[in-house]
């Protein structure tokens, strides 16, 4: 039971994140239905804030809610994971742009600590969780709370396509791009190049939107 420190139960946003983390961890998949009944008995929650949690996690995009149905862990067709990459392009490197004149030399060593990191891992859960630190890293300098609200739902919607990318196409040449990429990424950043920085993080996820859509057995029969 998920309870907060003076025992009463979790409020709508509390659980609300449980539910994204499970999403995020893959622990829920696109498609599965979410059985409010279960989850109000497990989290010790009455109804009411669960169905207000999952209209919290509908307008982050993470859920569906259908009439007479009830709710489910939204999925993806191919066309909708090749408009938000292509959205990303364009919005992400503005975001990138707006932080970079804040960062310090403390963020670029953080940056380069978190890549030799990524660089030292084969385990696709921990590769997930190191590229969106350093990714966000590397933004915490903006000003922009809109870019940043849209950056980030677009990266928890795309989250499970990712991570079955990753299982599927495993290490290799592509971690090998990777690397490089995230490494020209903060050689950029180090050097206040702007322009380059905005041209590296472009071609990094356009290069991820070309690869996923190789694979259309990511999105079942959708």
């Not at 670029?108 to 891992?121: D, P, Y």
């Amino acid at each position: 039971m998920v309870t907060t420190p003076n025992g009463n139960p979790v409020a709508s946003h509390r659980v609300a994140e449980v539910i994204a983390a499970r999403i995020l961890s893959g622990d829920l998949a696109p498609g599965t239905r979410i059985k409010q009944e279960e989850l109000a008995a497990e989290l010790g929650a009455s109804r009411v804030p669960v169905r207000e949690a999952l209209r919290i996690l509908e307008s982050r995009g993470l859920v569906g809610l259908r009439a007479n149905s009830g709710a489910w862990v939204a999925e993806m067709t191919p066309g909708d994971l090749n408009l938000s990459y292509r959205i990303r392009e364009r919005i992400e490197p503005l975001l990138l742009l707006d932080s970079m004149p804040r960062l310090t030399d403390a963020d670029v060593a953080e940056l380069q600590k978190i890549q030799e990191a990524i660089e030292a891992t084969d385990d696709v859960e921990e590769f997930l969780v190191l590229d969106r630190r350093l990714h966000w890293t590397s933004y915490r300098g903006h000003q922009t709370t809109l870019l940043a609200t849209m950056v980030e739902r677009l990266w928890d919607t795309t989250q499970h396509y990712r991570r079955e990318f990753m299982r599927i196409s495993g290490g290799g040449p592509r971690s090998w791009v990777t690397n490089s990429e995230h490494r020209l990424l903060i050689e950029a950043i180090e050097r206040s190049d702007g322009s380059a920085a905005e041209d590296v993080l472009a071609l990094h996820i356009r290069r991820t939107r070309v690869e996923l859509g190789k694979h259309p057995e990511l999105f079942g029969n959708t």
